[in-house]
Nanobody, 126 residues
Framework: QVQLVESGGGLVQAGGSLRLSCAAS????????MGWFRQAPGKEREFVAA????????YYADSVKGRFTISRDNAKNAMYLQMNSLKPEETAVYYC???????????????????WGQGTQVTVSS
């Protein structure tokens, strides 16, 4: 059974940084795509970033390019999201997700991800 556990959320001032972690277990993730999504109150879940585990290729939402960095540690079965220059509007619950499909491109749609963590709250104060 695949399990994803996020950590690292918290309260930060605008312009500050946080590093989220996702600990993955229960499978071999070498063929998976892994992603970060976020959901603010009253809004739909939105794509933030993704990484193809096998190649390390990274993909970002336009709104976070240049400020967020996704990475993974194969030995630890862990994924990270370094978030810099955070904005108040980025306050949300951040979720780690895994997509086990074999596809030519990494998906940015939450519907394509099979496994989800419980989420970690990120609050950015102005």
């Amino acid at each position: 059974q695949v399990q994803l556990v996020e950590s690292g959320g918290g309260l930060v001032q605008a312009g500050g940084s946080l590093r989220l972690s996702c600990a993955a277990s229960g499978s071999t993730f070498s063929s998976y795509d892994m992603g970060w999504f976020r959901q603010a109150p009253g809004k739909e879940r939105e794509f933030v970033a993704a990484i193809r585990w096998s190649s390390g290729n990274r993909y970002y939402a336009d709104s976070v390019k240049g400020r967020f960095t996704i990475s993974r540690d194969n030995a630890k079965n862990a994924m990270y999201l370094q978030m810099n220059s955070l904005k108040p509007e980025e306050t949300a619950v951040y979720y780690c997700a895994a997509d086990r499909r074999i596809s030519a491109t990494v998906s940015t749609s939450s519907r394509d991800y099979d496994y989800w963590g419980q989420g970690t709250q990120v609050t950015v104060s102005s």
